[in-house]
C-alpha cells in the first residue's frame, strides 16, 4: 500500500533561514513520483516542485529543492532563505503507476511559520 | 486565465438536502480529480475521472456521485448531505494519468461545505 507520512505537524523558522521539512514514504512501485505542494491561509493548493524516482538528480525550483534519498525512502523539501510569505501548510504527495491507481496519496501536512 | 473554476465558494447546506459542487477546467486536461480535505487528514480522494465519459473510485466514495459528459466540467453530488460531509472540497486536473509518475495535478481554490 502507498503512504505517505509527515511527521513535523509545525515548524518555526528565523527570516532568511533555511528550513527542511520531512516526508517520508512507502511503496512497492518500481516508478513513482514526489510531489509538493503549499496550501497558505486563502486555501488553495500551490504545486511547488516534484522529483522522479529514476531522476539522477535532486530536483531544484527557485528557492525550493527536494532532497530525495531513495534508499531511506525520504523526500523532504529544503526551502533556502525563508520569506514571510512562505508561512503555509506543506503537503508531501506522491503518485504510483497507473497499474496501481492513478490517485495521489497525500501526507497529513506540516504547517510552516516564518518568524521576523 | 487558464485554470480550474469551483462554484460555490463556500456553502451551508441542511442535512438531508441534495447539493452539487461544480468543477470547470480550461486547460484542456484528460483527468480531474474530487478530494476532501478534513484537518489533520490531509487530502483524500473521493472520485476520479481518468477522461471524459470515464469515472472511478477514489478512496472515501461514499454518498458522493460524479459524472463527466465532456473534458471541461466534473460536477460532484450529495445525493442527501451528512454532517460528516463537512469539509473543504478541492477538484484538481491532470493532463495524462496514463504518462506515468510524473503527472501533476493543478488545484481549484475549493469549496468550503458546511452540513448542519
Known amino acids: 500500500a502507498q503512504k505517505i507520512t509527515q511527521t513535523q505537524p509545525g515548524m518555526f523558522v528565523q527570516e532568511k533561514e533555511a528550513v527542511t521539512l520531512d516526508c517520508t514514504y512507502d511503496?512497492?512501485?518500481?516508478?513513482?513520483?514526489l510531489f509538493w505542494y503549499k496550501q497558505p491561509s486563502s486555501g488553495e493548493m500551490i504545486f511547488l516542485i516534484y522529483?522522479?524516482?529514476?531522476?539522477?538528480q535532486n530536483a531544484t525550483e527557485g528557492r525550493y529543492s527536494l532532497n530525495f534519498q531513495k534508499a531511506r525512502k525520504s523526500a523532504n523539501l529544503v526551502i533556502s532563505a525563508s520569506q514571510l510569505g512562505d508561512s503555509a501548510m506543506y503537503f508531501c504527495?506522491?503518485?504510483?503507476?497507473?497499474?496501481?491507481?492513478?490517485?495521489?496519496?497525500f501526507g497529513t501536512g506540516t504547517s510552516l511559520t516564518v518568524i521576523p | 486565465i487558464a485554470g480550474i473554476t469551483q462554484a460555490p465558494t463556500s456553502q451551508i447546506l441542511a442535512a438531508g438536502r441534495r447539493m452539487t459542487l461544480r468543477c470547470t477546467q480550461d486547460?484542456?486536461?484528460?483527468?480531474m480529480y474530487w478530494y476532501r480535505q478534513d484537518l489533520g487528514l490531509g487530502l483524500r480522494l473521493i472520485h476520479y475521472?481518468?477522461?471524459?465519459?470515464?469515472?472511478g473510485k477514489g478512496e472515501v466514495p461514499d454518498g458522493y456521485s460524479v459524472s463527466r459528459a465532456n473534458t471541461d466540467d466534473f460536477p460532484l453530488t450529495l445525493a442527501s448531505a451528512v454532517p460528516s460531509q463537512t469539509s473543504v472540497y478541492f477538484c484538481?486536473?491532470?493532463?495524462?494519468?496514463?504518462?506515468?509518475?510524473?503527472?501533476?495535478?493543478?488545484f481549484g481554490p475549493g469549496t468550503r461545505l458546511t452540513v448542519l
Open positions: 511503496t512497492s512501485d518500481p516508478s513513482y513520483g
Open positions: 475521472s481518468n477522461t471524459a465519459g470515464t469515472t
Open positions: 486547460m484542456r486536461h484528460n483527468a
Open positions: 484538481a486536473s491532470s493532463v495524462d494519468p496514463a504518462g506515468g509518475a510524473a503527472d501533476t495535478q493543478y
Open positions: 504527495a506522491m503518485k504510483g503507476q497507473p497499474n496501481t491507481g492513478n490517485q495521489f496519496y
Open positions: 522529483q522522479g524516482s529514476y531522476d539522477q
